[in-house]
């Protein structure tokens, strides 16, 4: 018999008059086929079945050493966070090692600036100096750097500029070069170019080979965001533009396709670790960055903004502080990181530790 109209309807009768039943009078023996509390019951099961890891050694510290302050000074938009006179950072570095994070990030003030950025290179310079105190202490764990000259030119920019503030690509390469070799002269592990200038990191892997640092590896802030998240970072490295912006080398937020260009042309160039910055409010691009690079180390940046709203939020006694920083955690292995770049590391592997 052809199903009409008044069957469809009696049929929906039925079944909406058989849903009202089943909430008043439920069947006991109905099946419920998937039953996914059963692995939630105890903290024992739930561990067994957890996908994520997280541990100390996947964290990384940045750490902002500073020639213009004599004491320790708290960034006023970071509470928890110090701009470090280079004789005092043996102390933090010391603490990072005790919890055992996987690396330190350094980054530097200088006393000096110019337009070309001569301190970010300088034998002497405040990065190259703190490495050497920080070896001559004993640190043995792995020291990154960042390489980029805005917290060295006097303009604020990334790179060098002309007349007409033009941020120039090429002409920067050498100075990025420069710098690079100068931090891996000094003791650097690792060199982290974050500059977004095109062929970094392939004028930088040349150059280091060029002089015997040819087992220096290249952390590539491959995949960075033009962002407002930086907010707090520019406060504590001071390294504000005093014209114009980021917008014409760091990329455009609302871009995720292009990650994967970015990525490319890096690890192309020798890259050695990507990353994808800020991390937070871009997991969209950390996991497609894992899906399209299935065996590049991958690294996500959990940045200055980030951080701020956290501690601002908790200051208030509006978030849990220790819950939201470690589920925030997870979610950056969730996505695909292997390492999470956090001014929370020191706490973060403290809690981790406890259990
Ligand atoms: C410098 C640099 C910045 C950050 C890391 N390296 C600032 C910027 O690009 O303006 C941001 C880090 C943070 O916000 O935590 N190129
Ligand atoms: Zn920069």
């Known amino acids: ?98 919890v055992g994070v996987g690396a330190i990030l350094l980054f530097g003030i200088p006393e000096e600036k110019n337009p070309e950025g001569h301190q970010a290179s300088a034998k002497d310079g405040i990065i190259q100096q703190a490495i050497r105190t920080i070896r001559n202490n004993g640190f043995k764990g792995v020291v990154i750097t960042d390489v980029c000259l805005c917290e060295y030119t006097d303009h604020g920019h990334c790179g060098l500029v002309d007349q007409d503030g033009t941020i120039l690509n090429d002409a920067s390469l050498s100075r990025l070069a420069e710098t690079a070799i100068s931090h891996a002269e000094a003791g650097a592990d690792i060199v982290a170019p974050s500059a977004m200038m095109d062929g970094q990191v392939a004028a930088i892997r040349t150059a280091l080979d060029a002089t015997g640092f040819i087992n220096i590896p290249i952390l590539s802030y491959s995949v960075k965001y033009a962002s407002a998240y930086y907010g707090p970072f520019r406060e504590a490295a001071d390294g504000s533009p005093t014209f114009g912006d980021r917008r014409s080398h760091q990329m455009d937020p609302a871009n995720g396709r292009e990650a994967e260009r970015e990525h490319e042309a890096d690890v192309t160039e020798g890259a050695d670790l990507i990353m994808v910055k800020p991390g937070l409010a871009y997991l969209d691009v950390v996991r497609r960055s894992r899906e399209a690079f299935p065996a590049m180390p991958l690294v996500a940046y959990n940045v200055s903004g980030e951080y701020s709203m956290v501690k601002a939020a908790a200051a208030n006694g509006w978030l849990d502080e220790r819950a939201i920083v470690l589920e925030t955690l997870f979610a950056f292995r969730r996505a695909g990181a292997d390492l999470v770049i956090t001014y929370h590391a020191l706490d973060a592997a403290r809690w981790l530790e406890e259990g």
């Open 1 to 98: 018999m052809p199903l009409t109209g008044f069957h469809v309807l009696q049929y929906r009768r039925g079944i909406s008059s058989f849903s009202v039943a089943m909430t008043i009078t439920p069947n006991p023996s109905m099946q419920i086929s998937a039953r996914l509390r059963r692995t939630r019951g105890s903290e024992g099961v739930r561990k067994l079945v957890r996908e994520a890891t997280l541990t100390p050694a996947d964290l990384v510290l940045p750490i902002f050493v500073s020639e213009v302050d004599e004491e320790v000074v708290e960034i006023g938009s970071m509470p928890g966070v110090y701009r470090w006179p280079i004789e005092r950072v043996p102390e933090i570095v010391e603490s990072a090692e005790a």
